[in-house]
């Protein structure tokens, strides 16, 4: 009889079931037993180690459920007479659970891998900072689906601002909101302010601003119903820094490093935001202690040889005028239109030459001509070394993988 068959089917689940859960409970005691070895006395421990030998009995000889049921039973009240659950065991585990895993991110963020996010466009186009593009308005925005996936994979955000009444750009007001998130306060003629997530200025060789990569300026018309500025803002990559194997080997020339900025004078006088105690650059490691450096645009030598390597060859792949997959060489002038305060110090004319000290490093950008490096500060000291870029996680777009 078919029903016949399901119904004894049914009835071998339920004690399947039964015998594990009595299993755990055998399990449990055990563990109790082994953790409060110095707690329990001579006799409660003889009595649930006696119970738990019955129930595992009961179990392991396959023996009716009534049996296993009472074995059961029995353990249970001698647990709680002997080793009684904490009332808020449920909560404290939960707590435990949580608190071990902070502490195992901690150790894996300070000693193995670390996050950091690029803001600057001074390693472009091998690491993109936070990028700007202009969105003209025959161009309609994607659907919201859209947007979500691109916001997901390449972390793409759009941004508009429209004024409805005819108006002027009085003022430009850079707004910082959780400590890290960058807007912009537009402030208009006519009273109306509009706010944007993007950034005011841009970074170290960066385009994500509104000043220049959305083509924003005070005193810019508006005409009724035209967009403030509109386009989109992507995020800039997201890297795993290897913290491990520069405590078992030196850093070599051709990394993509990262090092803290604290003690660099040049750096800390010029560049460091005065909030913020300490700032990461990353850029490429050119020179080794004790290397003597020079730049014939666009190329870089290294103890007068050329210097050789993947990443130094495809640097140099490129010049100003013709640029090669975004790459324009290495840049050793103070050409127009740079900003005063990063004006080159060293390796300013082909014929000028940089000898790395022996307690330091020199770093040198990819994206040269829009990069504040140890040409303008000098060296990177040893101590200051962080790691090496390991790999982009995030967005998922054309960078994503080893950093190179």
Same mark, same amino acid.
């Given at each position: 009889?078919?029903?016949?068959?399901?119904?004894?089917?049914?009835?071998?689940?339920?004690?399947?079931?039964?015998?594990?859960?009595?299993?755990?409970?055998?399990?449990?005691?055990?563990?109790?037993?082994?953790?409060?070895?110095?707690?329990?006395?001579?006799?409660?421990?003889?009595?649930?180690?006696?119970?738990?030998?019955?129930?595992?009995?009961?179990?392991?000889?396959?023996?009716?459920?009534?049996?296993?049921?009472?074995?059961?039973?029995?353990?249970?009240?001698?647990?709680?007479?002997?080793?009684?659950?904490?009332?808020?065991?449920?909560?404290?585990?939960?707590?435990?659970?949580?608190?071990?895993?902070?502490?195992?991110?901690?150790?894996?963020?300070?000693?193995?891998?670390?996050?950091?996010?690029?803001?600057?466009?001074?390693?472009?186009?091998?690491?993109?900072?936070?990028?700007?593009?202009?969105?003209?308005?025959?161009?309609?925005?994607?659907?919201?689906?859209?947007?979500?996936?691109?916001?997901?994979?390449?972390?793409?955000?759009?941004?508009?601002?429209?004024?409805?009444?005819?108006?002027?750009?009085?003022?430009?007001?850079?707004?910082?909101?959780?400590?890290?998130?960058?807007?912009?306060?537009?402030?208009?003629?006519?009273?109306?302010?509009?706010?944007?997530?993007?950034?005011?200025?841009?970074?170290?060789?960066?385009?994500?601003?509104?000043?220049?990569?959305?083509?924003?300026?005070?005193?810019?018309?508006?005409?009724?119903?035209?967009?403030?500025?509109?386009?989109?803002?992507?995020?800039?990559?997201?890297?795993?820094?290897?913290?491990?194997?520069?405590?078992?080997?030196?850093?070599?020339?051709?990394?993509?490093?990262?090092?803290?900025?604290?003690?660099?004078?040049?750096?800390?006088?010029?560049?460091?935001?005065?909030?913020?105690?300490?700032?990461?650059?990353?850029?490429?490691?050119?020179?080794?202690?004790?290397?003597?450096?020079?730049?014939?645009?666009?190329?870089?030598?290294?103890?007068?040889?050329? /210097?050789?390597?993947?990443? *130094?060859? $495809?640097?140099?792949?490129? !010049?100003?005028?013709? +640029?090669? =997959? &975004? %790459?324009?060489?290495?840049?050793?002038?103070?050409?127009?239109?740079?900003?005063? /305060?990063?004006?080159?110090? *060293?390796? $300013?004319?082909?014929?000028? !030459?940089?000898?790395? +000290?022996? =307690? &330091? %490093?020199?770093?040198?950008?990819?994206?040269?001509?829009?990069?504040?490096?140890?040409?303008?500060?000098?060296?990177?000291?040893?101590?200051?070394?962080?790691?090496?870029?390991?790999?982009?996680?995030?967005?998922?777009?054309?960078?994503?993988?080893?950093?190179?």
């Amino acid at each position: 009889d078919p029903h016949f068959r399901l119904e004894i089917g049914e009835v071998e689940h339920v004690a399947a079931v039964f015998r594990h859960e009595a299993d755990l409970l055998a399990r449990h005691s055990r563990r109790v037993i082994h953790h409060r070895l110095d707690l329990l006395g001579a006799t409660p421990r003889t009595e649930i180690e006696k119970a738990t030998d019955e129930l595992e009995a009961a179990v392991r000889t396959k023996q009716p459920q009534s049996e296993v049921e009472a074995a059961s039973g029995r353990l249970e009240k001698i647990l709680h007479r002997h080793a009684p659950l904490p009332t808020d065991a449920s909560w404290r585990e939960n707590v435990e659970v949580i608190l071990v895993a902070i502490v195992l991110a901690v150790a894996l963020r300070a000693y193995f891998v670390q996050p950091f996010r690029i803001p600057t466009g001074s390693m472009e186009p091998t690491l993109n900072g936070i990028l700007g593009h202009p969105l003209p308005r025959n161009v309609a925005e994607p659907n919201f689906f859209s947007r979500a996936f691109q916001s997901l994979a390449l972390g793409r955000t759009y941004v508009e601002a429209v004024s409805p009444v005819a108006d002027r750009v009085e003022r430009l007001v850079p707004v910082k909101r959780f400590r890290f998130m960058d807007y912009t306060r537009i402030e208009c003629a006519s009273g109306r302010n509009y706010t944007v997530h993007a950034a005011l200025t841009g970074y170290d060789g960066g385009t994500a601003n509104v000043r220049n990569a959305l083509g924003l300026r005070v005193g810019k018309p508006i005409e009724a119903g035209e967009p403030i500025l509109r386009g989109y803002i992507d995020t800039g990559d997201q890297v795993f820094v290897d913290k491990f194997t520069y405590h078992f080997r030196r850093p070599r020339r051709g990394d993509v490093f990262v090092f803290r900025t604290t003690g660099i004078h040049g750096i800390e006088v010029n560049f460091t935001d005065p909030d913020v105690r300490s700032q990461f650059y990353i850029k490429r490691l050119a020179g080794l202690p004790n290397d003597t450096l020079r730049i014939d645009a666009p190329r870089l030598f290294i103890n007068d040889e050329l /210097a050789q390597g993947y990443g *130094f060859e $495809r640097v140099m792949s490129g !010049t100003q005028q013709a +640029p090669h =997959d &975004g %790459y324009s060489g290495y840049a050793n002038m103070n050409y127009p239109g740079r900003n005063e /305060a990063s004006s080159f110090h *060293f390796l $300013r004319t082909p014929e000028e !030459t940089f000898r790395v +000290p022996d =307690d &330091g %490093y020199f770093a040198l950008g990819d994206n040269s001509y829009n990069s504040s490096d140890s040409r303008v500060w000098g060296k990177v000291p040893q101590n200051n070394i962080v790691g090496r870029g390991l790999w982009v996680y995030w967005p998922l777009g054309s960078h994503w993988g080893k950093v190179r």
